[in-house]
Nanobody, 125 residues
Framework: VRLVESGGGLVQAGGSLRLSCTAS????????MGWYRQAPGKQRESVAT?????????????TYSDSAKGRFTVSRDRAKNAVYLEMNHLTPEDTAVYYC??????????????WGQGTQVTVSS
């Protein structure tokens, strides 16, 4: 399972970015897809996740960190094995490397976590 992220960059405070992550390879099924981030000197933390369980409204069940609630939106495209993170009202505290992670079942293998290489998000004040 290979994950490729895109969409990071430099943005001014108050701006927006949209991160994308696409999974490829011999994938039988993907359950949870999500975004994590790691700022310099800090531990990696969960930002937002979306499950394969469809909630009311036809979207997957989502979770958000307290800092992401109300500003970030996670979504997925099952047909493309893709997950997105729409980030609005960005602040310098959002500066970090953002990683995509999926919990997937590769063909002929067992369930496991797979990580992308990370994409840098820098928010200037």
């Amino acid at each position: 399972v290979r994950l490729v992220e895109s969409g990071g960059g430099l943005v001014q405070a108050g701006g927006s970015l949209r991160l994308s992550c696409t999974a490829s390879g011999n994938i039988a099924m993907i359950n949870i897809m999500g975004w994590y981030r790691q700022a310099p000197g800090k531990q990696r933390e969960s930002v937002a996740t979306i499950s394969n369980i469809v909630a009311s409204g036809g979207v997957g069940v989502t979770t958000y960190s307290d800092s992401a609630k109300g500003r970030f939106t996670v979504s997925r495209d099952r047909a493309k094995n893709a997950v997105y993170l729409e980030m609005n009202h960005l602040t310098p505290e959002d500066t970090a490397v953002y990683y995509c992670k999926v919990y997937a079942l590769p063909t002929g293998g067992g369930w496991g976590d797979y990580w992308g290489q990370g994409t840098q998000v820098t928010v200037s004040s």
